[in-house]
């Protein structure tokens, strides 16, 4: 079973740093590039980042970009998202979600998503 | 930024009824655009790629259509585990955006 597991959520002050990882299962996780999506309270979808299958190209979004970095360990079958500098408007359910392509065909949108960890950040 | 906009933001239909959702694109996304399932506490679901392409396991009454900055999601005949908020995704460029959602309620 193809499957994706979210951890290292939880509540943080603001400026505070949090890492989530996204725990890889059932496919064979170095074909793959990688997203992170986020969903305030209330909220629509919001993607964040991506990350292609070697982990040498990177995306941002605008409201993300030199705070958040991804990463991924393909040894580990785990993919990361290191949170710096968190504000309130952080705050929100991360999900880690696989690209539906593969290898070197790429197609940006998500065909698998996990259940979300939550990152709260307030004083 | 290609910003997506949804219509309705609330659509109320009767079981057994057909429902029709709108995605439009600022600018032209060609066929690169996709549609979301997402219940309440759940992860969104991939219904459809490629403007009309039903994902895996995905009912027949889900279809989707359009092209460049239209796009319509429809469901023929709602079913209870259809009332849920869809939506729609570009990834035709960067930034991918997505649409703000469309919530599907019981009449």
């Known amino acids: 079973e193809v499957q994706l597991v979210e951890s290292g959520g939880g509540l943080v002050q603001p400026g505070g740093s949090l890492r989530l990882s996204c725990g890889a299962s059932?496919?064979?996780?170095?074909?793959?590039?990688m997203s992170w999506v986020r969903q305030a309270p209330g909220k629509g979808l919001e993607w964040v980042s991506s990350?292609?299958?070697?982990?040498?190209?990177?995306s941002y979004a605008d409201s993300v970009k030199g705070r958040f970095t991804i990463s991924r360990d393909n040894s580990k079958n785990t993919l990361y998202l290191q949170l710096n500098s968190l504000r309130a408007e952080d705050t929100a359910v991360y999900y880690c979600a696989k690209d539906a392509g593969s290898g070197t065909v790429y197609y940006y949108y998500m065909d698998v998503w996990g259940k979300g960890t939550t990152v709260t950040v307030s004083s | 930024e290609i910003v997506m906009t949804q219509s309705p933001a609330t659509l109320s239909v009767s079981p057994g009824e057909r429902a029709t959702l709108s995605c439009r694109a600022s600018q032209s996304v060609s066929s690169n655009l996709v549609w979301y399932q997402q219940k309440p506490g759940q992860p969104p679901r991939l219904l459809i790629y490629?403007?009309?392409t039903r994902a895996t396991g995905v009912p027949a009454r889900f279809s989707g259509s359009g092209s460049g900055t239209e796009f319509t999601l429809t469901i023929s005949s709602l079913q209870s585990e259809d009332f849920a908020v869809y939506y729609c995704q570009q990834c035709n460029s960067w930034p991918l955006t997505f649409g703000g959602g469309t919530k599907v309620e019981i009449k």
């Open positions: 059932g496919f064979t996780f170095r074909n793959y590039a």
């Open positions: 490629g403007a009309s």
């Open positions: 990350i292609r299958d070697s982990g040498a190209w990177t």
